[in-house]
């Protein structure tokens, strides 16, 4: 066995997919720590004072033995508060919070629609769920309209479930979501959808670019904590019956130890970071902004308009040269490969935060279009 394994590692080598865990090197433009909280003095004083009143660092157990903590219960009532929904239900990570839904609430004989470029979270939940899986064009409302009314015409009798993400992490482009609420509702199904990379970020205070549509009964949404809010968790927004649900039948909630009890409480502090301290967004969205007509103007590249802005590079080779030479200038800058992305768009993912500022940013833009000058001459 040990000499398959070693044949198929020689073979990601020979195809420049071999994956490694590599040291933190360098300004960051990798990190998905958008507005700097991770290491902020504010998150540190929260969880100072958390662990002054006595906050558990572990939980000890699964939520439904001994591990659920009033920090998890205080939490979920205060997101539910902020974001406007009716319920909430906060697990340890977005993989398996995502896992825990797609694997459950979808039943036997319904229809999940998903976006081809959907998170490997959904993937993996929807494949070890019963319903029927369906692909749907990046961003076309009409090809998820088009898969439900097949599914339809073939016989299928269940609901059909739509899972969108809201500004996609590898392309920085937001999702059509007035479109698609509507085809999930002329349909009679839900939509779901993955908050991760707008959490924080985008929408009133943060609340995300799905803000409008909390709280109604057939839209769910998840939120991360582990990115722009800078602690670790998920949280799933949606009716109370569903959440107990969840709770009853969701094997990776159930049977999981539950999420520490000190990240919860940091989690609260982030939320009200996001709510009463506007400036950290601003700040990003100016960025933004620099960083888009720069990138345009010395790189000829389009800007996502986004926070995360993908340069395809197409090959795997030139993206890890690309990503390594950056590197060696002093900026770290990651290669993404298939199958994380589509065949032929190995590409840059460069991701703006505020732990590089304007003149950073002008610097890696510099050894950027110097570097891909010398690849192409």
């Known amino acids: 066995m040990s000499d398959s394994h070693e044949r198929a590692l020689k073979a990601l080598e020979r195809r420049g997919r071999l994956r490694e865990l590599s040291a933190r090197q360098g300004i960051d433009f990798s990190s998905n720590d958008y507005l700097g909280l991770a290491n902020s003095r504010e998150l540190s004083e ?11 660092i572990g939980a000890g157990g699964s939520r439904l033995l001994r591990g659920n903590d009033p920090e998890h219960e205080a939490l979920e009532s205060e997101a539910q508060a902020f974001f406007g929904a009716e319920s909430c239900l906060y697990f340890g990570g977005g993989f398996v919070a995502n896992y825990a839904l797609f694997s459950t609430l979808p039943a036997r004989g319904d229809l999940v629609v998903h976006d081809a470029l959907i998170h490997a979270s959904v993937i993996d939940g929807m ?111 949606t009716s109370r019956t569903l959440r107990d649900y969840l709770v009853n039948r969701a094997r990776p909630f159930i049977y999981a130890t539950a999420p520490s009890p000190l990240m919860a409480a940091a989690v609260r502090a982030a939320l009200g970071i996001m709510r009463d301290a506007p400036s950290r967004r601003e700040r990003l969205a100016s960025l933004v902004a620099f960083a888009g007509r720069e990138l345009e ?40 490969r298939p199958p994380t992305v589509p065949e032929g768009t190995a590409r840059l993912r460069v991701s703006l935060t505020l732990n590089a500022g304007e003149e950073a940013t002008s610097r890696m833009l510099d050894a950027l279009a110097a570097i891909l000058a010398r690849a192409t001459a």
């Open 46 to 56: 929260a969880v100072a004072m958390a662990l002054d009143r006595g906050v558990a």
């Open 127 to 237: 494949r070890a769920g019963k319903a029927t899986i369906a692909s749907a064009i990046h961003n076309d409302a009409q090809s998820f309209d088009d898969a439900i009314t097949h599914w339809r015409a073939e016989g299928g009798t269940g609901r059909p479930w739509i899972a969108v993400e809201s500004l996609y992490s590898m392309d920085g482009d937001q999702v059509p979501l007035a479109d698609l609420i509507a085809v999930a509702r002329r349909h009679d199904g839900y939509l779901v959808v993955d908050e991760a990379h707008a959490t924080g970020v985008l929408g009133p205070d943060g609340r995300g670019l799905a803000h409008a549509l909390e709280g109604a009964p057939d839209v769910i949404s998840l939120h991360t904590c582990g990115k722009a809010l800078g602690a670790s968790g998920a949280m799933l927004l």
């Open 297 to 336: 103007r010395r790189c000829g590249i389009t800007p996502s308009g986004s926070h995360i802005q993908p340069v395809i590079l197409g090959a795997d080779d030139r993206a890890v040269s690309v990503a390594k030479a950056l590197v060696a200038e002093g900026f770290d800058v990651r290669a993404v």
